[in-house]
């Protein structure tokens, strides 16, 4: 059990539709990463955000956003579904704002859109 | 940019045979690098890392060397078990961190057939 947790894990929808999907990081981590993992793609960097603040972003489209909390839990909303969004989404988080030090995943949220 | 390439998958051995996953990367400076494993159903966990060329990381009977002349990180392990089998990924971290979060390669999946 790495700490961190994802929900939901499984999840199906139609195309066009929106969907959230919620990260709590592991206790003490202010860190949290957003990673889409397809089969063609292979694991690709979407978001990072630090104590509340975007600090990286990767291949993330424009119908994606993200924002980290307060309490520092996140959320990735994914707009106007597309067939191939589907894919594992993953959240990371780490203690610091850099990337070098372990990164902790949650076990992905499975995203089938029909 | 920063990219990571490894041998495609799947890669069978029996049980207690010799494995080698090859991993070149290309960065500019000197990155530290990550093997992560993801076992199935699970979330990637990091497996061994190597910050510094000539830098061993080993962990479970995993070994990998950071070679800067030859920009590469090979996984080796001297006698697989069973319990080995799962998707292997090499990975990147700029040095300082980095704008792109780590840079995973697409993954080799290994199966260890007893």
């Known amino acids: 059990d790495s700490g961190v947790t994802q929900t939901p894990k499984h999840l199906i929808t139609a195309t066009g539709q929106r969907v959230t999907l919620r990260c709590s990081p592991r206790?003490?981590?202010?860190?949290v990463y957003w990673y889409q993992q397809s089969l063609d793609q292979g694991l690709q960097f979407l978001i990072q955000?630090?104590?509340?603040?975007?600090?990286a972003k990767g291949n993330i489209l424009e119908r994606f956003s993200a924002q980290q909390f307060p309490d520092l839990h996140s959320e990735l909303n994914l707009s106007s579904l597309e067939l191939g969004d589907s894919a594992l989404y993953f959240c990371?988080?780490?203690?610091?704002?850099?990337?070098?030090?372990?990164?902790?995943f949650g076990e992905g949220s499975r995203l089938t859109v029909l | 940019g920063n990219s990571v390439t490894q041998m495609e998958g799947p890669v069978t051995l029996s049980e207690e045979a010799f494995l080698t996953i090859n991993c070149t990367y290309t960065?500019?400076?000197?990155?530290?690098l990550f093997w992560y494993v993801q076992y199935p159903g699970e979330g990637l966990q990091l497996l061994l890392k190597?910050?510094?060329?000539?830098d061993k990381g080993s962990n479970k009977g995993f070994e990998a060397t950071y070679r800067k002349e030859t920009t590469s990180f090979h996984l080796e392990k001297g006698s697989v078990q069973v319990s080995d089998s799962a998707v292997y990924f090499c990975?990147?971290?700029?040095?300082?961190?980095?704008?792109?979060?780590?840079?995973f390669g697409k993954g080799t999946h290994l199966i260890i057939q007893p």
């Open positions: 990371a988080s780490s203690v610091s704002t850099s990337p070098s030090g372990e990164l902790f």
């Open positions: 206790s003490g981590d202010l860190s």
């Open positions: 955000y630090y104590n509340g603040e975007e600090r």
């Open positions: 960065a500019t400076g000197y990155p530290s």
């Open positions: 190597a910050t510094k060329a000539d």
């Open positions: 990975a990147l971290s700029p040095k300082g961190g980095g704008a792109d979060g780590l840079t």
